[in-house]
């Protein structure tokens, strides 16, 4: 009965881990929030050596996580306009993109990699495009379904986060 019910499971989620994903996909909007970005597997076969994620508009501070074998770059990008503020502190400029290299990361075993982040204040579906560089080729992860389009409908959809409105 428990093996059975161990590979119903492992049926279930294969379908949903043939690309980058973000775990939880749904949080609730304003507050801050700890992702996991799983990467299932490498480029054909081809160990993975990199993951870049694309912050999204909005996301105003973003902390990655250290993983051993792996060094972080952040790359930071100005901000116009009404500058938020946080903590009392205006904010001028936040991240613009996370790149974990390192590894490698055989494309037979999968890993998560980490962000904490402060979440913009409305109600909406946020996109993490992802490139995956592997020893050999890269997947990028970084279509966003057009209006009324499904993610599932997507060669490489960008992982999704869905922002759910604060309780009143």
């Given amino acids: 009965m428990i093996a059975a019910a161990v590979l119903a499971a492992a049926a279930s989620v294969t379908?949903?881990?043939?690309?980058?994903?973000?775990?939880?996909?749904?949080a609730v909007a304003g507050n801050y929030f700890q992702a996991a970005f799983n990467v299932p597997h490498g480029c054909d076969g081809s160990s993975t050596v990199a993951i870049r994620v694309k912050i999204p508009a909005g996301v105003i501070s973003v902390k990655p996580q250290m993983k051993p074998g792996w060094t972080v770059d952040i790359k930071m990008r100005k901000l116009e306009g009404?500058?938020?503020?946080?903590?009392?502190?205006?904010?001028?400029?936040?991240?613009?993109?996370?790149?974990?290299?390192g590894g490698p990361l055989p494309d037979n075993l999968y890993d998560s990699f980490g962000l904490i982040?402060?979440?913009?204040d409305n109600a909406q579906t946020l996109y993490f495009?992802?490139?995956?560089?592997?020893?050999?080729?890269?997947?990028?992860?970084?279509?966003?379904?057009?209006?009324?389009?499904?993610?599932?409908?997507?060669?490489?959809?960008?992982?999704?986060?869905?922002?759910?409105?604060?309780?009143?």
């Fill in 82 to 101: 009404d500058l938020p503020k946080l903590h009392g502190k205006t904010i001028t400029e936040t991240v613009d993109e996370v790149a974990w290299r």
């Fill in 129 to 168: 495009p992802v490139v995956q560089e592997c020893e050999k080729g890269v997947s990028r992860w970084i279509e966003i379904p057009a209006a009324g389009q499904k993610s599932e409908t997507l060669h490489e959809p960008a992982p999704a986060l869905r922002l759910t409105p604060k309780a009143p």
């Fill in 117 to 120: 982040m402060k979440l913009p």
């Fill in 15 to 26: 379908p949903a881990a043939a690309h980058v994903t973000i775990q939880p996909k749904e």
